[in-house]
């Protein structure tokens, strides 16, 4: 079993950064990780996702002020925010995917963290 830690959420006024961290314990190298956030009254949707050779996805509201990377060696995923503001708050989730085939039959994993609130307010 996988389990996610997430930190680095707060409260932050507007322009100003924060950073998110991720750890997945447990054996084996995530596939893919990511963050996702969901405000109150909306859906969840993505933030950025990066895979295990470092390709890299982010959603159109943070292009250009949000930076994700991993450290492969630690199975851990970071999530670099500048430039934040008010509509960047909400509840940050990390995820972590886990990929592969096991005598020829592939399999894909799932996993969720807690959830690390942010805030952007002055």
């Known amino acids: 079993q996988v389990q996610l830690v997430e930190s680095g959420g707060g409260l932050v006024q507007p322009g100003g950064s924060l950073r998110l961290s991720c750890a997945a314990s447990g054996s084996g190298s995530a596939s893919a990780m990511g963050w996702y956030r969901q405000a109150p009254g909306k859906q969840r949707e993505l933030v950025a996702t990066i895979t295990s050779g470092g390709g890299t996805n982010y959603g159109d509201s943070v292009k250009g002020r949000f930076t994700i990377d991993r450290d492969n060696a630690k199975n851990t995923v970071y999530l670099q925010m500048n430039s934040l503001k008010p509509e960047d708050t909400a509840v940050y989730y990390c995820?972590?995917?886990?990929?592969?085939?096991?005598?020829?039959?592939?399999?894909?994993?799932?996993?969720w963290g807690q959830g690390t609130q942010v805030t952007v307010s002055s």
């Open positions: 995820n972590a995917i886990y990929s592969g085939t096991y005598s020829d039959v592939p399999y894909e994993y799932d996993f």
